[in-house]
Nanobody, 128 residues
Framework: QVQLIESGGGLAQPGGSLRLSCAASGRTFRTYTMGWFRQAPGKEREFVASTTWRGGSTYYAELADSVKGRFTIFRDNAKNTVYLQMNSLKPEDTGVYYC??????????????????WGQGTQVTVSS
């Protein structure tokens, strides 16, 4: 069993920044691929970024509004926490952001159906 506790969402202006945190716990969480998904109102949940607790590899989704270059996923192993730093925010980034974990290898894309554990979700609203 893996527990994921998120924090850091809120309201930001276009061009602003937010940092999301995902604190992981459980007996085997360090063997899991970790990442973030988001879900905008009326849309399906979509992959944003992923990483692992070991090594420096990361992947970012090829989304229409391109998070690569604006978002950065990174981890602090000492704090058992994965972060999503979001810069240059756009209104299209609005949605509920979910931390995710899967007992599988890091891949260039990730589908919601293969996620083993979800966080509770945190709302991100980008608006002036």
């Amino acid at each position: 069993q893996v527990q994921l506790i998120e924090s850091g969402g809120g309201l930001a202006q276009p061009g602003g920044s937010l940092r999301l945190s995902c604190a992981a716990s459980g007996r085997t969480f360090r063997t899991y691929t970790m990442g973030w998904f988001r879900q905008a109102p009326g849309k399906e949940r979509e992959f944003v970024a992923s990483t692992t607790w070991r090594g420096g590899s990361t992947y970012y989704a090829e989304l229409a509004d391109s998070v690569k270059g604006r978002f950065t996923i990174f981890r602090d192993n000492a704090k058992n926490t994965v972060y999503l730093q979001m810069n240059s925010l756009k209104p299209e980034d609005t949605g509920v952001y979910y931390c995710a974990a899967e007992a599988g290898p890091l891949r260039s894309t990730w589908y919601p159906g293969t996620v083993d554990y979800w966080g509770q979700g945190t709302q991100v609203t980008v608006s002036s």
